[in-house]
């Protein structure tokens, strides 16, 4: 099994709602991250998780709150956004945090109305 | 800011012909990447090319790195309209432990029938 799976594929919510994101692998891959990718730019780093731990914030707002439940899992959880946060959520895995070769899912659309 | 900038940032070519995009990246590298991204999906990670190398074919791929300009190049030989899509360079950044993958702005290549 090669593949990170993300769920939803698409999301539209409200400024008001809350909302998570969800990322799975089984390659016991021990490096997880987020990416936000706006329309014809490139993946922008959000967090980092090495070993279950954060290792890297990117400034990232706090109405973006991460968690790594387990090694396999990694949620984003989401509250108050705004309509600028509207873009392409990415999940990438690799086997440790020295990036030789990143796995990514294919993505959740989030629409925030 | 980008590590990575790419040019062109958008080629068009007939099926059959060689694509060619650069990347140049501003500080030293352990090691540089390339992925691609079909519209609105994930990435797929197709060449990893270390500083110490000048050279690395995968199958229709060709990928240089020049580390004395601080550039590489990724060639695609008898292009399809498989081939469509969006290609980033991508380099490392960070510290051991807190390394993040960093990623150019990418060339959206189109392949015509």
């Known amino acids: 099994d090669t593949e990170v799976t993300q769920t939803p594929k698409h999301l539209v919510m409200g400024m008001t709602n809350k909302k998570s994101l969800k990322c799975e692998q089984h390659?016991?891959?021990?490096?997880m991250y987020w990416y936000k990718q706006k329309a014809k730019k490139p993946p922008e780093l959000m967090f980092v998780?090495?070993?279950?731990?954060?290792?890297i914030n990117e400034s990232v707002p706090s109405r973006f709150s991460p968690e790594c439940p387990n090694s396999s899992l990694l949620n984003l959880h989401l509250h108050a956004l705004q309509p600028e946060d509207s873009a392409l959520y990415l999940c990438?895995?690799?086997?440790?945090?020295?990036?030789?070769?990143?796995?990514f899912g294919q993505g959740t659309r989030l629409t925030v109305v | 800011s980008q590590q990575g900038e790419e040019d062109p940032q958008a080629l068009s070519i007939q099926e059959g012909e060689n694509a060619t995009m650069n990347c140049s990246y501003k500080?030293?590298?352990?090691?540089l990447q390339w992925y691609r991204q079909n519209s609105g999906r994930g990435l797929v990670h197709l060449i990893l090319?270390?500083?110490?190398?000048r050279e690395k074919h995968s199958g229709r791929l060709r990928v240089t790195l020049d580390t004395s300009k601080k550039s590489s190049s990724l060639l695609i030989t008898a292009s399809r309209a498989a081939d469509t899509a969006s290609y980033f360079c991508?380099?490392?950044?960070?510290?051991?432990?807190?390394?993040?993958?960093?990623f150019g702005q990418g060339t959206r290549l189109t392949i015509n029938p």
């Open positions: 990438a895995s690799s086997q440790d945090p020295g990036w030789r070769k990143a796995f």
């Open positions: 390659m016991g891959h021990r490096a």
């Open positions: 998780y090495s070993y279950e731990k954060l290792s």
């Open positions: 500080t030293s590298i352990n090691n």
């Open positions: 090319i270390r500083s110490n190398e």
């Open positions: 991508a380099t490392e950044k960070g510290t051991q432990g807190a390394q993040k993958l960093v």
